[in-house]
Every structure is written in structure tokens, then in C-alpha cells.
């Protein structure tokens, strides 16, 4: 069985957690390789509810091996907080299946503070809609080569050293700029040793758990978080996130060569959702908004923000396919779509006076967008008990096939419900 990759073609949300969980029953080691705690993935398994921020949804099988990439940025509270919270229903957490790399950089309680701080500092269309969990200013410490590693935790004076350098800037700016109390360096570090005690167990070498599971011929699933159009480079820049989402960095964020990369599954809602600021070209004002809203029960994972929604948008799926490559598309939630009477697909935009198959590339270009739209008849039928292609309405495998011809990828999964068991091939 080939490696597997499962990104997000849209703006994130699209039940990347529920196709992975489903994956990772024929997979031996599950790899989550960027985003942080700003990502929520549900999980429906027999009714029950679970979500996870940080550990890979492959966790809730028994044996599989989970891990943590290099490229995910991992808040210690918020990890240990979720092996709690997983123990307590009976599932295993042990170091012995769950793996943080060294490499994996730590948001601290100043990260949280800085980006709390800037957000308030912005004003109407200047706020980007961040979760306020630290995910920003700690790939900036990254990047800025001043950064806290996983790995650190086990070096006490390393890693009180780091913190009290971090915070001589960090400092002036919560007094200089933002008017906020400094924070005390030696008090973090005396409140993160005993978090740091816990987390040592789970600190490894993911890249050498990779080849162990490949070569002992197991399948490895990348698990990203968030969507294409949230990329740090190719998004709708400034609003994105601040890590590459695309599937190409599933090597980079989780140590392992490109070659290793076979299956990209591309995850895309029936129709589309927005979290936060940011253009939405086909973003719906209307009754039938609040239907998607409703019935879809779009309230963010780890916010509880209501989900902004709008219509499929090709262009951006399009967009996806050309920075993805992806070998298959997995349709989430077409069951919300039963019992509008019309459905309507965003083929291209006009812009500038033009007709555009692909997303322009200037900084918020696709603000200054206008849908060119199709229309398709819609169907009534409950669709929640289809177990294959062949089951559902007419005008529902029109719809999907539709989609395969806009985007120039076949689909592979058809999820009709929240459940794992709601979900088949395209057939």
C-alpha cells in the first residue's frame, strides 16, 4: 500500500480528521508534519464525539504508531492536556506509540500574549482572525533562529537560558509597543519544568520512525492541518496561517524524502467554508448561508467561531490541484446539500475584465472577484444511509462528477455523514 498524504484544498475545515482516522486503520505510523493547536480535528467514531489538536487521528486505533513532525510547532500544555483527556476514555498514549520529534518547536506563554497583543492592535479588515494560541510568533522565534525545540526541554540551563534571551526582546515590546505587563523569565521556566517532565518520554527521532515503518513495509499517513488557500506563501495572503499547508511539506515537516510521497488525497468540502478574515469569493448572505451553516453545523473546532459559508469554488480547487498534485479527491459533507432545490458552482471570476480559471496572485486580488457561476439541480433524498456511488440520487452523482470534470481529478472517497463508517469509494 502506497504512502499517503491528506491535505485541505480549501480554507481548512474540510473533515481532514475523519478521512485520516478511517486511513489509519490500514496504516502503520501516522505523521502530523505542520500547523499547531490552531488546527481542530473532529472525530465521530459509533456517535461519539472527539476532537483532537495536536496528537494525529490515527491515535484512537489500538497499535498504531503516532507522531509529531519537525514542521508542527506543539504547545506542551495543549499536548498533555489532550493525552489526559484520551486516557481517561481508556486509549493508549504511551510513549511507545507517541512520538514528538526533537526538532518540533514549543510555544511558550509568551507566544500566546504576543499574538493576543498584535490582534488587538489591529482594526476592522486589518484583523487576520487568529486563534490567539501563539502559532505565529513562535515559527517567527524559528525563523528568527531563537526558537525553543522539543528536545530542549530535556536541558534544564539550555532551555532557562533560551527563555531569558527570548523575553529581553520579547519584554520591550509588551512595554514599549503593546502596553502590556512584562513577564518574568524565571517564573515560566520554573512553571515549565514540570510540564517539560512529562513531555521528555514522548521525545524521539521521527525521521527514523518513518524508515523503520517503510521498511518493515508499512504505510506511512501524513496528516496536514488546515487548507492550501491558508498556506503561508500560495494563500490568501495576509490572511493564511503561518505554516506551508501544501502537501509538498509533508517530507520537510516530518523529515522524510519526497520520493516517499505516492497517494495526495485532496480533502474538499461539498461546498465551501471560511474561519476568520479574509476574502471568500462565493461567501453566501442569504437563507441559504444559514442553511450550509445550520444543517452543516460549521462552528470551528477550536474556536467555536461560526464558520463563514459559501458555494463550491472551482478556482480555488483548481488552484489546489496545480499546488498539490493530488491523485484523488475525498468529498466531505455532501449530505448538507440535500434539500436545496439548486445548487450553484463557482467555475471561474472575472477580474480585472477578464475571465480567470486560476486565483489572482496579487496581495488580496480575490477581494476584487466576481463569481462566474453554474447552476445544477439539487435533490431531496436523505443521503445519510448511501453506502456506495450507485446509491445516491441522480442529481447527486451528477454533481460529483461535475466536480471531477472542473477540477481534473478523480474522486477516490465520498463521506455522506459525520460518522466513520459514512464514507465509501467513488466506485
Known amino acids: 500500500m502506497s504512502n499517503i498524504v491528506v491535505f485541505g ?64 510547532v506543539l504547545d506542551p500544555e495543549v499536548f498533555l ?30 507566544h500566546r500574549a504576543l499574538d493576543v497583543a498584535r490582534e488587538a492592535l489591529r482594526s476592522g479588515g486589518t484583523k487576520i482572525g487568529t486563534t490567539g494560541r501563539g502559532i505565529g510568533p513562535c515559527y517567527e522565534d524559528k525563523m ?4 525553543i525545540r522539543a528536545g530542549d526541554l530535556a536541558n534544564p540551563e539550555l532551555l532557562r537560558e533560551k527563555i531569558a534571551r527570548a523575553l529581553e526582546e520579547k519584554n520591550v515590546l ?9 513577564m ?21 527521532d521521527v525521521s527514523s520512525a518513518i524508515q523503520a515503518a517503510t521498511a518493515g513495509g508499512g504505510t506511512v499517513l501524513f496528516e496536514g492541518a ?18 506551508t499547508t501544501v502537501s509538498g511539506n509533508a517530507a520537510s515537516g516530518s523529515g522524510c524524502s519526497p520520493r516517499m510521497l505516492e497517494r495526495i488525497i485532496a480533502i474538499v468540502k461539498a461546498y465551501t467554508t471560511r474561519v476568520g ?17 445550520e444543517k452543516g453545523g460549521e462552528f470551528g473546532a477550536t474556536t467555536g467561531r461560526k464558520r463563514r459559508c459559501g458555494w463550491l469554488d472551482m478556482v480555488v480547487l483548481r488552484e489546489s490541484a496545480r499546488l498539490n498534485g493530488p491523485t484523488e479527491l475525498a468529498v466531505t459533507k455532501l449530505d448538507v446539500l440535500s434539500g436545496l432545490k439548486e445548487l450553484k458552482i463557482c467555475v471561474a471570476y472575472e477580474y ?41 440520487p441522480e442529481n447527486a452523482r451528477k454533481y460529483l462528477v461535475r466536480m471531477e470534470q472542473l477540477s481534473g481529478v478523480p474522486i477516490g472517497l465520498v463521506s455522506v455523514g459525520p460518522d466513520r463508517a459514512q464514507t465509501f469509494g467513488r466506485g
Open 81 to 110: 492536556h489532550e493525552i489526559d483527556k484520551l486516557a481517561a476514555k481508556g486509549v493508549d498514549v504511551s510513549p511507545a506509540r507517541l512520538m514528538i520529534s526533537k526538532k518540533t518547536h514549543v510555544i511558550l506563554s509568551y
Open 277 to 293: 478574515g479574509g476574502p471568500f469569493p462565493t461567501e453566501l448572505f442569504d437563507a441559504t448561508g444559514d442553511y450550509l451553516q
Open 226 to 243: 488546515q487548507g492550501t488557500h491558508l498556506d503561508i506563501d500560495h494563500g490568501t495572503y495576509p490572511f493564511v496561517t503561518s505554516s
Open 174 to 182: 509588551f512595554k514599549g509597543l503593546y502596553g502590556c505587563e512584562v
Open 352 to 392: 480585472q475584465g477578464q475571465t480567470v480559471q486560476y486565483p489572482p496572485q496579487e496581495e488580496n486580488g480575490m477581494a476584487f472577484v466576481t463569481p462566474v457561476y453554474e447552476t445544477l439541480p439539487g435533490w431531496e433524498e436523505d443521503i445519510t444511509a448511501c453506502t456506495s456511488f450507485a446509491d445516491l
Open 184 to 204: 518574568d523569565a524565571e517564573q515560566i521556566y520554573r512553571e515549565l519544568l514540570p510540564i517539560a517532565e512529562r513531555i521528555r518520554p514522548y521525545l524521539g
Open 144 to 147: 528568527h533562529r531563537c526558537g
Open 9 to 72: 484544498s480549501q480554507w481548512g475545515d474540510e473533515g481532514k480528521g475523519k478521512i485520516v482516522d478511517m486511513l489509519a486503520q490500514e496504516s502503520a505510523a501516522i505523521v502530523r508534519f505542520q500547523g499547531g493547536n490552531n488546527a481542530g480535528h473532529t472525530l465521530v467514531v459509533a456517535g461519539e464525539k472527539c476532537i483532537l489538536h495536536l496528537i494525529p487521528s490515527g491515535i484512537l486505533h489500538p497499535g498504531k504508531v503516532c507522531l509529531i513532525g519537525n514542521g508542527v
